[in-house]
């Protein structure tokens, strides 16, 4: 990905957050930024050694990102207090030369808390992982169900 000082491999990266009361916020600080579906899958097995099929299913989409502790007050800011208990939604645009702008979106992420830490790196930068429903890369549902 990329910030818009052009730091990463992407011309242009615009990050959105849609909150719950209809403020947005661009993300300017965004050094870095994570997400997709993960799913995990179980199998089931027979009287013979090797597996028959494959089992339930679990969704385990994801997203994080690493901004600037200011921006992240400003955020928090716009949503008010108990942001723990509010999901925003995520639009992530981007593009590559001489193709179309590639649009992501990251539904109902729920950050699961923040860190920010003098340890390492830039003391100044705060980290908000957290799940979400789902992630929609360029307008593809991944868990739709597809027609027969």
Not at 70 to 84: S, T
Not at 88 to 97: A, G, R
Not at 104 to 115: A, F, I, K, S
Request: with cysteine; hydrophobic share 25%.
């Amino acid at each position: 990905m990329t910030t818009p000082r052009g730091e990463f491999a992407h011309d242009d990266l615009t990050i959105t957050a849609i909150l719950h009361n209809g403020k947005r916020h661009t993300f300017t600080t965004c050094s870095s930024i994570t997400y997709g579906n993960g799913l995990s899958s179980s199998t089931v097995g027979g009287t013979q050694p090797g597996p028959k099929a494959h089992g339930g299913r679990k969704a385990e989409p994801k997203c994080e990102m690493e901004i600037s502790r200011g921006e992240e007050d400003e955020l928090r800011g716009k949503q008010g207090d108990g942001w723990i208990y509010r999901t925003v939604d995520l639009q992530i645009v981007y593009s590559l030369p001489g193709r179309p702008d590639i649009i992501d979106r990251v539904e109902t992420w729920l950050p699961l808390g923040d860190e920010t830490s003098s340890q390492t790196g830039d003391p100044s930068m705060t980290k908000l992982e957290g799940n979400c429903l789902k992630v929609i890369k360029n307008g593809i549902d991944p868990f739709k169900k597809p027609r027969s």
